[in-house]
Nanobody, 126 residues
Framework: QVQLVESGGGSVQAGGSLRLSCAAS????????MAWFRQGPGKEREGVAS????????YYADSVKGRFTISRDNAKNTLYLQMNSLKPEDTAMYYC???????????????????WGQGTQVTVSS
């Protein structure tokens, strides 16, 4: 089992920045894909960014390219999402996810991932 705990969410004005963190514990796989998803009110959960743990491949949704950066600190077993130039449409609950060892090409869909955190809320006001 893998446990994921997100933190770093909050309320910011448009144009601001936040950094989300996702601490992983338990039987974390050495090789896997990890990702950030988000779900706004009345919307489906959508992939934001993913990273292949074991390589340097990163993938982003078109809506966040150039503004968000996904990274991972292997020593701390922690996934990050640096979010800059935030927009009101970025408002959502943000979730961290990981596969159990499978590599996902691209950001993938929610079904591609095996473990999920509880989420952290990001609210961007105009």
């Amino acid at each position: 089992q893998v446990q994921l705990v997100e933190s770093g969410g909050g309320s910011v004005q448009a144009g601001g920045s936040l950094r989300l963190s996702c601490a992983a514990s338990g039987s974390t796989p050495r090789w896997c894909s990890m990702a950030w998803f988000r779900q706004g009110p009345g919307k489906e959960r959508e992939g934001v960014a993913s990273i292949y743990v074991g390589g340097k491949s990163t993938y982003y949704a078109d809506s966040v390219k150039g503004r968000f950066t996904i990274s991972r600190d292997n020593a701390k077993n922690t996934l990050y999402l640096q979010m800059n130039s935030l927009k009101p449409e970025d408002t959502a609950m943000y979730y961290c996810a990981t596969t159990a060892g499978r590599v996902v090409l691209g950001v993938g869909t929610p079904d591609s991932y095996d473990y999920w955190g509880q989420g952290t809320q990001v609210t961007v006001s105009s």
